[in-house]
């Protein structure tokens, strides 16, 4: 029998809201933590307000996608111009995940997500009917600023108030609201401008969210475990993140998130480039139409939260990265089937790498969720950033071939990662 080391148990055992740093431990929790277990009406609500909060984020984030050739017409800028209506998006968003970490120990965590799902879905509204370009840039800009008020938090939120046994799921649902929001801010968007301006079909998702966030609101009980802290000097967050960082079970959560989206954004940037060019010659209606597969990680997502409740976390995440490595080696069959289903085994890996990372987090951070939250996060969409964008000099040096064997390289460290972790958690029993 494994004698599980102290170092590997406090890495990796579920960390309960009582654990707290010293800043915190002046306001105790009078009782023991109140779980919202699986079956519970309060359950269901918890999980559809979080789904809806997933599709809100991601569907506003990646709606500019399929309009960058209207951007270019309506402005009369280049291709790599109009790409700037979701780079700085993303871009702002990462940073504003550590201004919301924080920011969420000192107020409502359910107040916050509401008042950023709102305000980015009134941006999104005003973008569609910016007169200018650098006016639709500006308030994009301010959009990922504002929405770095979810992701954050609705992790914090799920790891402080579901019964541990039960997180894996809701998170897995989380995840699943943010495949659905991706597709739908891809696809739905392209939909639309087959009989609209680009201009209403912005208009009519920022509604649609705003719709969406007054059913957040109305469908999620507020927090009963979290304690808020008032007065908080930026000593207590930095010690936060540093203590996080210490964490021998974090980092490497940390670095699987940045490594899997990475590689996922890598296969979906050059897929079109591939797709639109001879033998294949698709149309943009047709490559569209490839992110329906994102359905298939609202299932992935789902299916492997439960899984890792059942059968341990560190099992199902290295099956989410070998799935993966898996479809990216489909990806460079010749065949159109073959890629496609390469596609879907990418995309299905990557949301049950992402959901299992992402809800291990919550179970290894002790106290300030928030702060461990933002910091996966913060890696989380600098892989996007950094690492899809790397993936340009691959295409360019080498074609497909080249970008393939560069997901190649970032899934077998993310396994290896993912294996060590395996250990950790069956060390700590």
């Known amino acids: 029998m494994t004698t599980a080391s102290p170092a590997a148990d406090a890495a990796l055992r579920p960390a309960l809201p009582s654990d707290r740093t010293p800043a915190a431990k002046a306001r105790p929790i009078a009782s023991a933590p109140v779980w919202v277990e699986r079956g519970t009406p309060a359950y269901g609500r918890i999980s559809v307000a979080l789904f809806l909060a997933g599709f809100s984020t991601f569907s506003?984030?990646?709606?500019?996608?399929?309009?960058?050739?209207?951007?270019?017409?309506?402005?009369?800028?280049?291709?790599?111009?109009?790409?700037?209506?979701?780079?700085?998006?993303?871009?702002?968003?990462?940073?504003?995940?550590?201004?919301?970490?924080?920011?969420?120990?000192?107020?409502?965590?359910?107040?916050?997500?509401?008042?950023?799902?709102?305000?980015?879905?009134?941006?999104?509204?005003?973008?569609?009917?910016?007169?200018?370009?650098?006016?639709?840039?500006?308030?994009?800009?301010?959009?990922?600023?504002?929405?770095?008020?979810?992701?954050?938090?609705?992790?914090?939120?799920?790891?402080?108030e579901i019964d541990p046994k039960a997180l894996g799921a809701a998170m897995g649902l989380y995840i699943g609201g943010t495949a659905f929001g991706g597709m739908m801010g891809r696809v739905g968007m392209g939909l639309l401008t087959e009989f609209a301006s680009w201009r209403v079909a912005l208009g009519t998702l920022g509604v649609i969210d705003l719709i969406a966030a007054l059913g957040f609101v109305a469908l999620l009980p507020p927090s009963r475990n979290f304690v808020r802290r008032s007065g908080v000097p930026l000593v207590h967050h930095r010690d936060a993140w540093l203590k996080h960082l210490r964490n021998p079970g974090l980092p490497p959560l940390f670095a699987v998130g940045f490594l899997v989206l990475g590689a996922y954004v890598c296969i979906f940037n050059y897929l079109t480039f591939r797709l639109s060019a001879a033998p294949y010659g698709l149309g943009q209606g047709q490559i569209s139409a490839i992110f329906t597969v994102f359905l298939f990680g609202i299932v992935g997502s789902t299916a492997a939260g439960s899984l890792a409740d059942r059968l341990g976390r560190g099992p199902v995440l290295i099956v989410g990265v070998l799935t993966m490595a898996a479809g990216t080696a489909l990806t460079l069959l010749d065949s159109l089937p073959g890629i496609l289903a390469g596609v879907v085994g990418v995309t299905v890996g990557f949301f049950i790498a992402h959901s299992v990372a992402s809800g291990w987090v919550g179970r290894v951070a002790a106290g300030s969720k928030g702060h461990a939250s933002s910091l996966y996060l913060l890696a989380y969409y600098l892989g996007s950033s950094l690492v899809g964008s790397a993936g340009g000099w691959f295409w360019s040096a080498g074609g497909w071939s080249a970008v393939a064997a560069f997901d190649a390289v970032l899934l077998a460290l993310a396994a290896g990662i993912a294996v060590r972790l395996w250990a950790m958690e069956r060390a700590a029993g």
């Not at 120990?105 to 999104?124: D, I, N, P, Q, Y």
């Open 60 to 160: 506003l984030i990646y709606a500019v996608q399929p309009l960058l050739p209207g951007l270019v017409g309506e402005f009369g800028i280049g291709p790599s111009e109009s790409s700037l209506a979701l780079s700085l998006t993303t871009g702002f968003l990462a940073l504003a995940i550590l201004c919301a970490g924080a920011l969420s120990e000192t107020v409502s965590r359910r107040g916050l997500m509401f008042a950023s799902m709102t305000g980015a879905a009134l941006l999104h509204i005003g973008s569609a009917v910016s007169p200018s370009w650098h006016a639709v840039l500006a308030l994009r800009a301010l959009e990922g600023f504002v929405l770095g008020g979810v992701p954050a938090v609705a992790m914090a939120y799920l790891a402080e």
